[in-house]
Nanobody, 119 residues
Framework: QVQLVESGGGLVHPGGSLRLSCAASGTIFNINNMAWYRQAPGKERELVATITSGGSTNYADSVKGRFTISRANAGNAVYLQMNSLKPEDTAVYYC?????????????WGQGTQVTVAS
């Protein structure tokens, strides 16, 4: 079974940095787009950043210039480097990927990792 496992969340002071990682495991033949979403308390889940198989990236306006999404294809992993963190960044962050495994292309989600920005 394909799984996305996230790690790297935690508590950080405003202005600090944090690096999230997401590793895909299981029977995987190919991975297309990967992305990070987040959901803050009382808010809808929002798209934070995406990266295509070709390396093209897109960011939400709220994180542009502060966050960087990257991909390690050999390890089927995606990362989110978060700098200049603000309290507004506090949320559960979810990894998402479109994966070809034993089934036709489908989307998969990680379990989520909590990021708290406070002091």
């Amino acid at each position: 079974q394909v799984q996305l496992v996230e790690s790297g969340g935690g508590l950080v002071h405003p202005g600090g940095s944090l690096r999230l990682s997401c590793a895909a495991s299981g029977t995987i033949f190919n991975i297309n787009n990967m992305a990070w979403y987040r959901q803050a308390p009382g808010k809808e889940r929002e798209l934070v950043a995406t990266i295509t198989s070709g390396g093209s990236t897109n960011y939400a306006d709220s994180v542009k210039g502060r966050f960087t999404i990257s991909r390690a294809n050999a390890g089927n992993a995606v990362y989110l480097q978060m700098n200049s963190l603000k309290p507004e960044d506090t949320a559960v962050y979810y990894c998402h990927a479109v994966i070809l495994g034993t089934k036709p292309w489908d989307d998969y989600w990680g379990q989520g990792t909590q990021v708290t920005v406070a002091s």
